[in-house]
């Protein structure tokens, strides 16, 4: 059920295209930084992001559509919060501020695993990421950034599984390879 959205009155801007991301190798050393916006051109150069998946009281996971603004996969249904930390930052730190700044949440993330994708959208540009994915629980009411969020939904393990095996094609290529993995993951709380 896609929620009512409580929207801040005003849309901040929570990230720039000139942010600089830390690049990084196979084994998710750093070996530099770059302008998010050349870390998505072309193929994408290899960068740390991160995934969060937020579950309610019920173990439902908290799905968020993108803001038509985003440059990679506008529309698309994907999981509760997805960015980078940028230069400097720890990840932990990031991954709480990014949720904070995208649905008005509090949470603390528990990480569960990473792995490296490259995706690409059209001639727009393309993922390519070391991914870190964790979860979070909250019981508070989102309040999202419209700037980045265009919908949100709670929706229980059992329907994400099913609208992605029916209608893969409406989220984003990170969602469709992390859910399998937390579904199989013990420390995950579905």
Request: some cysteine; charged content about 25%; aromatic content about 10%.
């Amino acid at each position: 059920m896609i929620c009512e959205l409580a929207k801040r009155p005003e849309r901040p801007e929570v990230s720039s295209d000139k942010d600089l991301l830390v690049l990084v190798d196979a084994l998710d050393q750093d070996i530099g930084y770059l302008a998010k916006d050349a870390c998505h051109d072309g193929e994408g150069a290899l960068h740390r992001a991160f995934s969060v998946f937020v579950f309610n009281a019920h173990n439902e996971v908290l799905l968020q559509q993108r803001s038509a603004e985003k440059r990679l996969w506008p529309g698309f249904w994907s999981n509760s919060c997805c960015s980078h930390p940028i230069a400097g930052e720890p990840l932990d730190h990031a991954v709480t501020r990014r949720v904070e700044q995208e649905l008005g949440l509090r949470v603390e993330g528990n990480f569960l695993y990473k792995f490296i994708y490259q995706a690409s959208f059209e001639e727009a540009g393309s993922e390519h990421e070391l991914c870190h994915v964790f979860w979070a629980r909250s019981t508070q009411t989102p309040c999202v950034n419209a700037r980045e969020v265009t919908a949100l939904r709670w929706v229980s393990a059992a329907q994400l599984t099913g609208e992605l095996a029916l209608e893969p094609d409406l989220f984003t290529p990170w969602l469709r390879l992390e859910w399998p993995r937390l579904l199989a993951d013990a420390a995950c709380p579905i």
